[in-house]
């Protein structure tokens, strides 16, 4: 007859698994974010894959802005609703609102991105730059390289006084 009960381990070695200190995970359970699958006769906290998977959740939770306090009463209003469906239809909107706002900072990212790009080509001509003016001149620079350009903002506006 084999034995299908999941693999338990302490927390020490939970806490190896996810990265994170032991401490990390005893704030965790008393936030009542993550609890031990059983204790063992000697009274050790046990612990699964699923704490790990808890565990990458409330770290990606993180990621997103959320506080540990935040997390915590999202998952009590979670539990809350009347039924199931009810619970994964609040986890569905969640989800939903998270990824339009993942989208638009991946936006915002690229765009950012793109504008740097831009400045790092333009200043690449600046190192062989052999103009003895102040700074202010560069921010309408009439070097050969930059003739069919205009400098980008993140450049102009730098080098331009406030």
């Not at 070695?13 to 990265?19: G, Q, V, Y």
């Not at 959740?57 to 009810?86: M, V, Y």
């Not at 504008?115 to 103009?131: F, G, I, R």
């Not at 001149?137 to 506006?157: F, G, K, L, W, Y």
Request: one cysteine or more; a negative charge; charged letters at 30%.
């Amino acid at each position: 007859m084999s034995d299908n009960k999941p693999d338990t381990y302490r927390i020490g070695e939970l806490s190896k698994r996810a990265d994170k200190t032991v401490r990390t995970i005893h704030f965790y359970e008393e936030l009542g974010l993550l609890q031990p699958a059983e204790r063992s006769p000697g009274g050790f906290r046990m612990y699964t894959d699923k704490a790990l998977d808890r565990i990458h959740w409330i770290e990606r939770l993180k990621e997103l802005g959320f506080s540990l306090t935040d997390i915590k009463n999202f998952l009590a209003d979670f539990h809350a609703q009347d039924t199931g469906p009810h619970s994964m239809e609040a986890l569905r909107a969640f989800y939903s609102e998270k990824l339009h706002d993942t989208r638009d900072a991946i936006t915002r990212l690229q765009s950012l991105e793109n504008e740097l790009d831009a400045s790092l080509n333009y200043l690449a001509a600046c190192q062989t730059c052999s103009m003895t003016e102040a700074v202010q001149a560069c921010a309408d620079c009439e070097d050969s390289q930059h003739i069919d350009s205009e400098a980008p903002r993140m450049v102009a506006t730098i080098a331009s006084p406030a």
